[in-house]
C-alpha cells in the first residue's frame, strides 16, 4: 500500500533553522510541507531521503535561504485491488466508514457489503446504524467489537477541495478509498475463524 | 504551491520496509515516545502503530527476500506477491481474495500456502481489546491474548 516517489521542489529554508547542518534544515522544510498531507499521488507518510540539493540563493527582501531539492518520499496510495486489515470507525444509512489509524477515509458503501444484510438503529448508540449480515440461520453483526476488519481496494478518488460546505458538513476528505467486503474472506476477520488455518496454532 | 512530480511511482514498498525505515529513525513502543520525537513525528507514529498489528512486525528483511524469491516459480503478479507478504494468509479463504482469476490461471494455492507457512513468521498475537469485548473463540482453538501492563 506504500510505494517511493520522487518529488522535485523549491524549499525555503527560515532563518532560524539555518545554523542546523544543511540536509537536517532541509528535511525540517519538506516535512512540514509534505507530511501528512495529500498530493495528488496519494498521502505522504515520511520523507525517505534526499537526493540532490542545489542553490541557496537568497531571494532580495527574504531572510531565507532557497533550494530547489530533489527528494524521495513514501506515499501511501493502494492500489486497486489491494486487501488491506482496517478497524471499524462508524457505520451510517449509507454504509461503513473504516480507518486505518494513519488515514480514516476508507468507506464501503451498502452495495459492497454482502447480501442479504439489512440496516438497523444501533441499540448502543443513539446517531448510529449497524449493519447485520444475514447467512443462512446466523446474523453476524458489523460493529466496534470487531478486531479487524479486511477489505479490498476497489477505487481512489481525490474530490476537488469545495469552494462552499454547509456548517455542519463532514470535515473535508482529500483522498476516499472506496472498498468492498464482499467476497470470500473479507469483512470482519472473526468471520472466517472457523475456516481451518494450515495450523501454526501455538498450543 | 507548484511541485514537480519527477516520478510518481519510484518503487513499491512492503509494509515491512516501511515499518523498517521508522524503525531505524527510532520509533519503537515505548509509550512515552520522547526520545524518538525529535526524529519520528505523530503522524509518522500512527503508521508505525497500523504497522505495528500487521503481519509485518514479525517479519525479516531476509525472510521477505527469499519468500519473493521463491515467489518466482507461481506465476503471480508483483501486486500479488507484495498483498501476500502484506497480509501473510494462513488459508485458502485468506489468499483467494488476493488473486485476480485463480481458477483461469491454475494457481497452486496449497503451494504459495505452504511457502508462507515456511518462510515468513507468523502474525503478532493481538493483545486483549478493551473493557469486556473478546475475540470469539470457536470450540478447541485456543484464544491467543496477552494483556501487557
Known sequence: ?203 | MKNIIVKANAGALTNFEVLDLLNSRGASKDTTRVIASETVSRSEYKVYDYLMETAASTQTRDSVTKFSDKCKGFKLAKAEILNIINLRPSSDVELTPILEKPDEREIDIEGILALVQELLPPLPTVEAHKENEQEETEDGEQPNMETSV
Do not use: H
Open chain 1, 1 to 203: 500500500m506504500f510505494c517511493l516517489s520522487e518529488l522535485e521542489d523549491t524549499v525555503r529554508v527560515p532563518p532560524s533553522d539555518l545554523n542546523l547542518p544543511l540536509e537536517v534544515a532541509i528535511k525540517k522544510a519538506l516535512q512540514k510541507l509534505f507530511l501528512d498531507k495529500v498530493l495528488s499521488i496519494g498521502l505522504c507518510v515520511s520523507i525517505y531521503g534526499i537526493k540532490s540539493i542545489e542553490g541557496g540563493f537568497v531571494l532580495p527582501g527574504d531572510g531565507a535561504a532557497t533550494y530547489k531539492v530533489v527528494f524521495r518520499i513514501v506515499v501511501f496510495r493502494p492500489f486497486v485491488g489491494e486487501v488491506i486489515a482496517a478497524k471499524f470507525k462508524e457505520s451510517d444509512s449509507n454504509g461503513l466508514r473504516l480507518t486505518l489509524g494513519f488515514f480514516e477515509d476508507v468507506y464501503v458503501p451498502a452495495p459492497l457489503i454482502p447480501t442479504p444484510n439489512r440496516c438497523e438503529p444501533d441499540p448502543y448508540n443513539r446517531n448510529q446504524m449497524r449493519w447485520v449480515w444475514k447467512y443462512g440461520d446466523d446474523e453476524f453483526i458489523i460493529d466496534d467489537s470487531c478486531q479487524q476488519i479486511k477489505f479490498r481496494v476497489e477505487n481512489i478518488s481525490y474530490p476537488p477541495v469545495p469552494t462552499e460546505r454547509a456548517e455542519d458538513a463532514k470535515p473535508f476528505a482529500p483522498m476516499v478509498v472506496t472498498g468492498t467486503i464482499d467476497d470470500d474472506g473479507l469483512g470482519p476477520v472473526s468471520w472466517w475463524e472457523a475456516c481451518a488455518p494450515i495450523s501454526d496454532a501455538e498450543d
